[in-house]
């Protein structure tokens, strides 16, 4: 069973910067692909960005530019880096894994943590 820990949310201002981690444990930390969800109050669950095994990454649209993903296999932990935060950024941040790659990982996500709350206030 993999067990994964987010860290780091908080309130921010907007143009601020701001860093989560997830932790991950259980499992081989480098068989799975991790990737970062949103979900707003009323909305429905959003894809934020991922990172496969070997690294590769992909993100989506709406914070291309200003979010980076890596991983560090040393502390088997993920990381998201969000620059320039918006208030529309505000929103309970959950990390995912799935054994999958990064495509398995955004249809399914096997495995979920318990979320991070980050508010970017105006």
């Known amino acids: 069973q993999v067990r994964l820990v987010e860290s780091g949310g908080g309130l921010v201002q907007a143009g601020d910067s701001l860093s989560l981690s997830c932790a991950f444990s259980g499992r081989t930390f480098s068989n799975y692909a991790v990737g970062w969800f949103r979900q707003a109050p009323g909305t429905e669950r959003e894809f934020v960005g991922a990172?496969?095994?070997?690294?590769?990454?992909q993100y989506a649209d709406s914070v291309k530019g200003r979010i980076t993903i890596s991983r560090d296999s040393a502390k088997n932990t993920v990381y998201l880096q969000m620059n320039t935060l918006r208030p529309e950024d505000t929103a309970v941040y959950y990390c995912?894994?799935?054994?999958?790659?990064?495509?398995?990982?955004?249809?399914?996500?096997?495995?979920w943590g318990q979320g991070t709350q980050v508010t970017v206030s105006s």
């Open positions: 990172i496969s095994w070997s690294s590769i990454t």
């Open positions: 995912a894994a799935d054994r999958g790659g990064i495509g398995t990982l955004v249809r399914r996500g096997e495995f």
